[in-house]
């Protein structure tokens, strides 16, 4: 089993749709969590870390839920230009530095007219 | 100020053969991380350096090894080059005491012929 698993989609929404992804980690150790955004056959990029008490940046929702050791992503009114891969990243331990990330395989969306 | 810059951006070599990447870190940032991303999977932590020492290693064998400079560049060198090695090779940088924030380079596809 992979330490942090997530749903490879793809999926596919209309515009305006509403989409969430999941994402689940093995390690109760895990202290720190974050998505990145990567689009085809560029580089991850950070889209935003995921706190305890969840977290909202614009169309965009994070939230975590350590007793089931997941942890989620919410899209509202998708765009065309949210089309790209989401990966959950996770790290073991409050210290640990960000090179010892996890990462998931990433979920694909593509968000069509 | 110039983000992650890696060269060079494709590569074609054959089995046996040895490989040097390189990468410059963003401006400010001391901590250099590399990543391999095979195809439609997510990436997997080789190693971090920091103050020109390896920090943390993935489970990568010793033919992946690195070195970072004074000036906080980095090099991954592989050697005896194996046809699973063909990937995106990713580098990040980050700054210590914001270890949780990466910045990535486009990154170096490496074929392994």
């Known amino acids: 089993r992979k330490e942090v698993e997530q749903d490879p989609g793809p999926f596919n929404v209309p515009e305006g749709a509403t989409v969430a992804f999941n994402c689940t980690y093995s390690?109760?150790?895990?202290?720190?969590f974050f998505w990145y955004r990567q689009d085809c056959r560029k580089e991850p990029k950070l889209l935003m870390s995921v706190y305890s008490s969840g977290n909202e940046d614009g169309r965009f929702t994070a939230q975590l839920n350590r007793a089931s050791q997941y942890i989620s992503l919410l899209i509202r009114d998708s765009k065309l230009s949210d089309s790209a891969t989401y990966l959950c990243v996770v790290l073991r331990g409050p210290n640990t530095n960000a090179g010892k990330s996890t990462f998931g395989d990433g979920t694909t969306l593509t968000v069509k007219p | 100020d110039a983000g992650v810059t890696q060269s060079p951006t494709h590569l074609i070599k054959t089995r046996g053969q040895q490989v040097t990447l390189r990468c410059s870190p963003k401006s400010g940032h001391d901590t250099v991380s590399w990543y391999q991303q095979a195809l439609g999977q997510g990436p997997q932590f080789i190693f971090q350096?920091?103050?020109?020492?390896?920090?943390q290693r993935g489970n990568f064998p010793d033919r992946f090894s690195g070195h970072q400079f004074p000036n906080y560049s980095s090099e991954l060198n592989v050697n005896a080059l194996l046809l699973g090695d063909s990937a995106l090779y990713l580098c990040?940088?980050?700054?210590?005491?914001?270890?949780?924030?990466?910045?990535f380079g486009a990154g170096t596809r490496l074929s392994v012929l």
């Open positions: 990040a940088s980050s700054l210590t005491g914001r270890p949780n924030i990466q910045y």
């Open positions: 350096y920091y103050e020109e020492e390896e920090r």
């Open positions: 390690n109760s150790a895990s202290q720190s």
